[in-house]
């Protein structure tokens, strides 16, 4: 079976003036198999959010080839939601309206069995009786729920998450690490997570990319073999601590051989 | 019976359609102001009030004015056809630009600028303001004039003390002796008698005219235009207009009366002390020698010379009879 | 009780200057001419008919309200093109900032040779003077929008048209405000001004017709009346954004 998200030598790089040229990401090579949950951690700068852009196809890459379901990626596609690390709702619009929005957006009107989905997707999320509120009146981390119903309406198989929880509290962050991991094993999705937290890649994922800064490129790929379902006792498990071990490593000794 | 009943019918409809064909065929002229509407304004009010410019089959519509320049631009750009304006603003229109304007009859055969000053001051000619404080407005014309006046009665424009202000602070700061000499026109006077009557002190007036500034002011002027393609229309108008002046002064409270029906906020009494107060520049010895309208070759020369000399152009340049048509007005 | 104080406060307050007017100009013996005393300038304004009060206040709010709403249907379509094109951002922006640091008063009159002697010169006076902060608050608050949701809309493949419409616009809305804000008491200013140069009606042309006749009483009445509508038009401004936009107004306003 084909591997969901595929990519092949990736390399990119931004025109910064008409003299200079800035490598973003280089080789870059890995693939998502279905249903999987893949994180991306690395420093600041490693290119993730060119990574972003070239996996929703909102950009193409230099050289090289990102592919989805087999085929070479060139604009976007709806099988692919994002969530983005803020939640960026529409203030004028209510939760549920909010939830609707792509539909909105891409047809001009939403049909009553999407308003429908998008309450059943509400509730997946726990918000259902917020659906007449207006985000100003939810928390970040409701906010944030609702950003997730939202990349979730056009009913993606592979879902994009750009650091969705950095903005929260410590606190708010972990219930909704247990909360995403809940709402993927009812609705299973393909999965990218770009986090900068070790601790957040290691409890979700299956599967850990370490990024390296400047010019981005995956340097370790890390199998998390950790048992499903995950909860609470996942962090005392004696593995997580071993897991977590390797990836600081791999992005210190990385920092460490750069600063030598 | 259907027959006898349609003849008077007929005839009806008939009158109906010849009163309505003279009242399509009055004509319809645009007459521009060259400031807001008051008692100065009132030949043009009492003339239509009267019924004078009716009899001649005219319909007059008045355009209110910002400014001489304005109404000659507005004269000249067809917006009006025929206004009122200072010909020395047209005189200098002209000489620059050629504009398609022409003067046709004087309104004021006597520039209204003046000096006001306490009466205590002690002040009774232009020789008198020597080394005396003067405010003027910034925009009023008489300012072109004032060292032409100085120069004619003996003084240099640094024997006096020029403060412009704005024509609102005139009045208080002669009352409270900031300044010792307001130039105004002789038509707003009154309004500075009246400031002072409340401050309980009295004003005199210096006429411009009276220190050797003679020569024409407001007067009719009409676009070439109209003269050309209405000549007959243009006549007519003048005739009624000139029957409107004398009728205006010679009933001032009915001139006042008729200018505040159509435009309520000039006031009555202060409309009648307006038209009262430039009876002088209307009525002296140059209109009894001339007529009423008349302009003469020599006095427009003279007009031209003050005119050329204060904004010191070249006299010879520009012949002022350019700016005159003496065919639509004759004296009756 | 105390909420109602509370709002009441700047009227009151402004209610309570009135008396003080009257007794400083009393004692100080202040002449008509320079300030006139509130009694003074109300015997003004009973001196004039209420029905010339009504004809110079309508044409005045005609003008300012049409010239304003002129401006609106100017400036936003004008925002709309400067934010989707920097090219035009770049070419336009000066070309603004020069229209709005040129004195009106002085073109004026040119606007009158062009424009005729009717409203039309007027409507445009009143729109020159207000669209520019129309435009360049409408253009920030559009391009302060978040750029994920841009993204979002990209992903989405939405059109440029319901980008700027679902999107872009929506998030100018409390940015428009402030503009408006501003804009209505410009337009009022705008159509005074366009009084002064031409018209025949009006409170600017009540206001130098009194003056030019030394009626300062009834000019300063002139003058309450439009810093009235002023506010009546700026607080309608504020009641259409708190009842059809009541999202786009800080927390602290939305009660």
């Given at each position: 079976m084909k591997p969901f998200v595929c990519f092949n030598k990736v390399s990119h790089q931004y025109q910064s003036n008409t003299t200079h040229k800035v490598q973003a990401l280089t080789d870059i090579n890995f693939h998502i198999n279905k249903h999987e949950f893949v994180a991306v951690v690395g420093p600041s700068g490693c290119g993730k959010s060119t990574l972003l852009k070239l996996i929703t196809g909102l950009m193409s890459p230099s050289e090289g080839s990102v592919e989805i379901f087999g085929k070479t990626m060139h604009e976007p596609r709806n099988e692919v939601g994002i969530v983005f690390q803020k939640p960026t709702l529409l203030p004028w619009l209510s939760v549920l309206d909010n939830v609707t929005f792509p539909l909105k957006h891409q047809h001009g009107k939403v049909a009553s069995e999407a308003k429908q989905y998008a309450m059943t997707l509400l509730k997946l999320v726990g918000l259902e009786q917020f659906a007449h509120q207006r985000p100003a009146q939810l928390s970040g981390g409701m906010q944030q729920r609702v950003g997730i119903a939202r990349a979730l309406i056009l009913k993606p198989e592979i879902l994009i998450m750009d650091e969705p929880f950095s903005a929260l509290d410590a606190l708010s962050r972990e219930i909704m690490g247990f909360?995403?991991?809940?709402?993927?094993?009812?609705?299973?999705?393909?999965?990218?997570?770009?986090?900068?937290?070790?601790?957040?890649a290691v409890l979700l994922a299956d599967k850990v990319l370490v990024m390296s800064p400047r010019p981005g490129t995956v340097v370790e790929e890390l199998p998390i073999d950790l048992p499903r379902p995950r909860n609470n006792t996942t962090l005392k498990h004696e593995k997580f601590a071993y897991y977590a071990d390797i990836l600081r490593d791999h992005i210190f000794q990385k920092h460490a051989a750069l600063n030598e | 019976m259907p027959k006898r009943s349609s003849l008077p019918s007929l005839l009806f409809s008939m009158a109906a359609l010849f009163t309505a064909s003279l009242s399509l065929a009055a004509d319809k002229v645009n007459f521009q102001l060259d400031w807001l509407p008051g008692g100065d304004k009132s030949p043009i009010y009492v003339g239509i009030d009267q019924g004078f410019?009716?009899?001649?089959?005219?319909?007059?519509?008045?355009?209110?004015?910002?400014?001489?320049?304005?109404?000659?631009?507005?004269?000249?750009?067809?917006?009006?056809?025929?206004?009122?304006?200072?010909?020395?603003?047209?005189?200098?229109?002209?000489?620059?630009?050629?504009?398609?304007?022409?003067?046709?009859?004087?309104?004021?055969?006597?520039?209204?600028?003046?000096?006001?000053?306490?009466?205590?001051?002690?002040?009774?000619?232009?020789?008198?303001?020597?080394?005396?404080?003067?405010?003027?407005?910034?925009?009023?014309?008489?300012?072109?004039?004032?060292?032409?006046?100085?120069?004619?009665?003996?003084?240099?424009?640094?024997?006096?003390?020029?403060?412009?202000?704005?024509?609102?602070?005139?009045?208080?700061?002669?009352?409270?002796?900031?300044?010792?000499?307001?130039?105004?026109?002789?038509?707003?006077?009154?309004?500075?008698?009246?400031?002072?009557?409340?401050?309980?002190?009295?004003?005199?007036?210096?006429?411009?005219?009276?220190?050797?500034?003679?020569?024409?002011?407001?007067?009719?002027?009409?676009?070439?235009?109209?003269?050309?393609?209405r000549p007959d229309v243009a006549k007519r108008f003048l005739s009624a207009f000139h029957k409107s002046v004398e009728f205006a002064f010679a009933n001032p409270d009915m001139a006042a009366k008729a200018v505040n029906k159509k435009v309520p906020e000039a006031d009555i009494p202060t409309a009648i002390t307006t038209i009262n107060s430039m009876r002088t520049l209307v009525y002296n010895s140059v209109s009894e020698k001339d007529g009423i309208g008349t302009i003469t070759p020599e006095r427009l020369q003279l007009t031209w010379q003050a005119t050329a000399k204060a904004q010191n152009l070249n006299v010879t340049d520009f012949d002022p009879e350019s700016v005159v048509d003496r065919r639509f007005y004759m004296e009756q | 009780m105390n909420k109602a104080l509370h709002r009441y406060l700047p009227i009151l307050a402004l209610l309570a200057l009135i008396p003080l007017w009257e007794l400083i100009c009393y004692l100080a013996n202040v002449p008509?001419?320079?300030?006139?005393?509130?009694?003074?300038?109300?015997?003004?304004?009973?001196?004039?008919?209420?029905?010339?009060?009504?004809?110079?206040?309508?044409?005045?709010?005609?003008?300012?309200?049409?010239?304003?709403?002129?401006?609106?249907?100017?400036?936003l379509p004008l925002a709309v093109l400067m934010v989707q094109s920097s090219f035009l951002n770049r070419t336009l922006f000066p070309l603004l900032v020069i229209i709005q640091s040129t004195p009106v008063v002085?073109?004026?009159?040119?606007?009158?040779?062009?424009?005729?002697?009717?409203?039309?010169?007027?409507?445009?006076?009143?729109?020159?003077?207000?669209?520019?902060?129309?435009?360049?608050?409408?253009t920030t608050g559009m391009l302060s929008t978040p750029s994920e949701l841009i993204d979002l809309s990209r992903s989405l493949k939405g059109s440029v048209f319901r980008q700027i419409w679902q999107i872009r616009f929506p998030f100018a809305i409390p940015h428009i405000f402030s503009g408006l804000k501003v804009g209505i008491t410009l337009a009022i200013i705008g159509a005074v001004i366009s009084e002064f140069v031409a018209a025949e009606k009006g409170l600017g042309y009540f206001?130098?017709?009194?003056?030019?006749?030394?009626?300062?009483?009834?000019?300063?009445?002139a003058l309450l009346f439009l810093s009235i509508i002023s506010l009546l038009l700026f607080q309608t401004i504020r009641w259409i954004q708190a009842i059809f936009f009541a999202w786009s107004l800080p927390a602290e306003e939305q009660k």
């Open positions: 909360e995403l991991l809940r709402i993927w094993e009812e609705e299973p999705k393909t999965v990218l997570f770009i986090t900068h937290s070790i601790n957040e | 410019f009716a009899e001649v089959d005219i319909e007059v519509r008045i355009n209110q004015g910002r400014g001489s320049t304005e109404a000659i631009t507005r004269i000249a750009t067809g917006t009006s056809d025929i206004g009122i304006a200072d010909i020395v603003a047209l005189l200098q229109a002209r000489a620059a630009d050629n504009v398609p304007v022409k003067a046709v009859y004087s309104l004021l055969s006597q520039a209204p600028h003046a000096f006001v000053v306490k009466k205590e001051a002690g002040i009774q000619s232009v020789a008198d303001v020597k080394g005396k404080k003067v405010a003027t407005s910034p925009f009023t014309s008489s300012n072109i004039f004032l060292p032409l006046l100085l120069e004619k009665n003996g003084l240099k424009e640094s024997d006096i003390t020029l403060v412009k202000t704005d024509p609102g602070a005139l009045g208080p700061m002669l009352i409270t002796d900031a300044t010792d000499v307001v130039i105004s026109w002789l038509t707003s006077v009154d309004r500075y008698r009246s400031q002072a009557k409340q401050a309980g002190t009295e004003l005199d007036v210096i006429p411009w005219y009276d220190a050797g500034l003679e020569f024409y002011a407001t007067s009719v002027i009409a676009s070439e235009r109209f003269l050309k393609e | 008509n001419y320079i300030l006139p005393r509130p009694s003074v300038i109300y015997d003004a304004f009973i001196n004039v008919d209420k029905m010339r009060w009504l004809e110079h206040l309508w044409a005045t709010v005609r003008v300012a309200v049409l010239g304003f709403l002129l401006s609106i249907f100017i400036s002085a073109i004026a009159p040119l606007l009158i040779v062009i424009l005729g002697a009717g409203e039309a010169p007027r409507l445009a006076i009143t729109c020159l003077i207000t669209f520019f902060p129309i435009v360049v608050s409408t206001v130098q017709f009194s003056t030019s006749y030394f009626k300062i009483p009834q000019a300063f009445a």
